[in-house]
């Protein structure tokens, strides 16, 4: 399907990512736009932890919708808000809670820390592109 790409003459991961992918030309693509942590009914989770996780179920409702999975993506992007403050524990716990989602599979990522987004309760926010070969 595609090939990680994680040499050992770079800095060393700072998580359950790699630093690049290739793949042959994609059947399909599949865009999901930043998923944010909120239930269905709009219920917005309470806390960082909480909010994580319903933001990656949003997406693989995206996903699923698009007849794909988690290991479909070969892409996500993160974003924090300037609220969160992240420490050992909270990125220990953030990222078992991606690993949950994802399992052994580490598309590339980029995490980016951002002054607040659309809505100031949001505490994270994760957009991510999934193809089908």
Not at 14 to 42: C, T
Not at 82 to 93: F, G, I, N, P, W
Request: aromatic share 8%; charged share 20%; proline share 8%.
């Amino acid at each position: 399907m595609f090939t990680l790409h994680n040499p050992v003459d770079t800095a060393p991961l700072p998580g359950p990512i790699s630093w690049g992918l290739d793949m042959p030309a994609p059947k399909r693509w599949l865009f999901v736009s930043g998923q944010v942590g909120e239930e269905a009914n709009g219920k917005l989770g309470d806390g960082i932890l909480r909010q994580a996780e319903l933001t990656w179920a949003n997406v693989g409702a995206v996903l699923r919708a698009g007849g794909m999975g988690p290991q479909n993506i070969v892409r996500t992007g993160i974003y924090f808000t300037s609220a969160v403050e992240m420490t050992d524990t909270l990125k220990a716990d953030l990222n078992k809670i991606r690993t949950g989602f994802l399992g052994d599979h580490r598309p590339v990522s980029t995490i980016l820390f951002v002054p607040r987004l659309m809505n100031p309760d949001w505490l994270i926010e994760i957009d991510a592109i999934a193809a089908v070969f």
